[in-house]
């Protein structure tokens, strides 16, 4: 009943054109896109326009969607009972601007061609200006458009923006980077398609060097899609430390050790100094450009180094790094001098009682002077004293009085 209704009522309009040709013929001119996009499930809005070139004091809007055997009424802005019941209430007239015949479906769910029809902006019915809705299942994507330069503590403006159909109900969209000042905007392009853009103003810091921007649209059907980019940021450098190469943690009196220089910075460090930092001053040792690594050898007193990092946006400073150093005991040394000038005594005033021996230890001397010169109390006290030694790794200190 309801198909034949809406045949009754297009085979009338036509009959009523053919009556009063003068009446409706081309007295309207419409202006729409040939063609628009849609996405699934969201809203779409048409846009249209007309002109009449007589004064008409009623003026009811149809719009149409091209079927066989007959059309669909989909749209009728004073008899919505006559609307197709599938696009009851999804359908409305968009009032944006003077003379608009705009319309706009929600939940659009399908291909198809439509029309709009006033007081004769078409000569015949079948010949009226259509416009193809083409159906999408698939979003579109943002895009983020970001300077070419970015460096630390220098505010820029980063904008994401997408384009879409529906400028009632446009696509939000949101930053993965919170604490920043956004302005959205809305810019209207040609044929129904508008662009919806944010700005934020960003203050672009070190520890977002090589992290990800995001910036996510959500449709009024719950549909998302996002873009996404790696921040490169250019900073001086940042977090310098002093490290040994390889890690070793033990260090001895005149080891060769290798010290590096490291830091976080875009572009990388390029340029070094270092420094060993004494009790009461800091001596520059030498400045390296290119190369972070040195090679040092350990002295007798406890060793302090730092180093200074530079690249083409600035310097830092790296903290100390206080070396550990493990060492024979100057007390060790000392015996070992006082047994060998004992020995060399012995060597001249006894020589018939000289061992075969060899000496690789101050035990094998001090067992080597006992055999020389007798068995007296001081040479067995010096090795025990040399046994306990032995057993012991003395940290280096500065040499008590009492020795």
């Given at each position: ?10 085979i ?38 007309f ?5 008409l ?10 079927l ?53 902006n ?16 698939v979003?579109n994507k943002p ?9 630390e503590?220098?505010?820029?403006s980063?904008?994401?923006s ?9 696509p ?57 980019t790696?921040l ?12 040994m190469?390889?890690?070793?943690k ?49 002295g ?78 001081p ?10 030694a ?14």
């Amino acid at each position: 009943m309801e198909h034949y209704k809406h045949f009754h009522r297009i085979i009338l309009m036509v009959v009523l054109q053919g009556w009063f040709p003068g009446s409706y013929s081309q007295d309207s001119t419409i202006t729409l896109p040939k063609s628009i996009r849609a996405l699934r499930g969201s809203c779409v809005e048409i846009p249209c326009s007309f002109i009449h070139s007589v004064d008409l004091d009623y003026v009811n809007l149809i719009w149409y969607k091209k079927l066989l055997p007959y059309d669909e009424i989909i749209f009728d802005q004073y008899f919505s009972s006559q609307i197709y019941e599938r696009y009851r209430g999804r359908t409305s007239l968009v009032v944006n601007e003077t003379n608009s015949c705009s319309l706009r479906i929600n939940d659009v769910q399908e291909t198809g061609t439509y029309y709009p029809y006033i007081h004769g902006n078409c000569d015949d019915i079948t010949d009226c200006q259509t416009v193809k809705v083409y159906l999408s299942d698939v979003p579109n994507k943002p895009s983020i458009q970001i300077p070419s330069s970015l460096k630390e503590e220098e505010s820029v403006s980063i904008s994401c923006s997408v384009e879409h159909t529906c400028p009632s109900s446009p696509p939000s969209l949101r930053w993965n980077k919170d604490g920043y000042n956004l302005t959205a905007t809305q810019e209207k392009l040609k044929d129904g398609v508008w662009k919806v853009d944010t700005v934020m103003a960003y203050l672009p810091s070190y520890q977002d060097h090589g992290t990800t921007l995001e910036c996510e649209a959500t449709y009024p059907n719950g549909l998302k899609s996002q873009h996404m980019t790696t921040l490169n940021i250019k900073f001086s450098p940042k977090n310098i430390r002093v490290v040994m190469f390889e890690g070793k943690k033990e260090v001895k009196e005149s080891d060769e050790i290798r010290l590096i220089c490291t830091s976080d910075a875009n572009p990388a460090a390029n340029d070094f100094i270092w420094y060993n930092n004494k009790r009461n001053e800091t001596e520059e040792l030498r400045e390296e450009h290119g190369q972070n690594i040195i090679n040092v050898t350990v002295g007798w007193d406890r060793e302090k180094f730092s180093c200074t990092a530079r690249n083409p946006l600035g310097e830092g400073k790296s903290g100390v790094l206080e070396l550990q150093v493990l060492y024979e005991s100057v007390y060790r040394n000392s015996a070992y001098i006082i047994l060998l000038a004992a020995l060399l005594t012995c060597f001249q005033c006894r020589p018939q009682k000289l061992p075969n021996m060899i000496v690789t230890s101050p035990i094998d001397l001090y067992k080597t002077l006992a055999v020389v010169m007798g068995e007296f109390a001081p040479f067995r006290f010096a090795e025990k004293f040399a046994k306990f030694a032995k057993r012991r790794k003395i940290r280096k200190t500065a040499p008590a009085s009492r020795f």
